[in-house]
């Protein structure tokens, strides 16, 4: 059974850096897609990255340049590392995963059929 389970989230001060894992279960990492999506309160669920069974990565514009997805088949894990924090990266982060069928990744919630519980990231002072 394909299982994801998220972890690092906390709070961190507005510049801060937190490091995210996604550690998969029941199906080979290698061969899949892996996304990131974020809910804050009272907003949708918004995609932020992803990077593809082949490692090709994307990243949504509010992001590009501060948040950096990585990952590591040998552990089935899959990372993503936030710097320059701000307030309006407060929410819950969520990874997903679907099987890897073209050369990138797409930031569609829809095309993702697995997913983890989320881990929550709060930017404050």
Partial sequence: QARL???GG????P???LRLS?????FNLDQYD??????AP???????????????????DSVKGRFTSTKDNSKDT?????????AGDTAVYYCAATL???????????DYDYWGQGTRVTVST
């Fill in 78 to 86: 899959v990372y993503l590392r936030m710097n320059s924090l701000k």
């Fill in 22 to 26: 996604c550690v998969a279960s029941g």
């Fill in 100 to 110: 890897g069928r073209f050369v990138g990744c797409v930031l569609t919630d829809s």
């Fill in 15 to 17: 510049g801060g850096s």
């Fill in 42 to 60: 009272g907003k949708e669920r918004e995609a932020v990255s992803c990077i593809s069974h082949n490692f090709i990565t994307q990243y949504t």
């Fill in 5 to 7: 389970v998220e972890s």
């Fill in 10 to 13: 906390g709070l961190v001060q």
């Fill in 34 to 39: 892996i996304a990131w999506f974020r809910q």
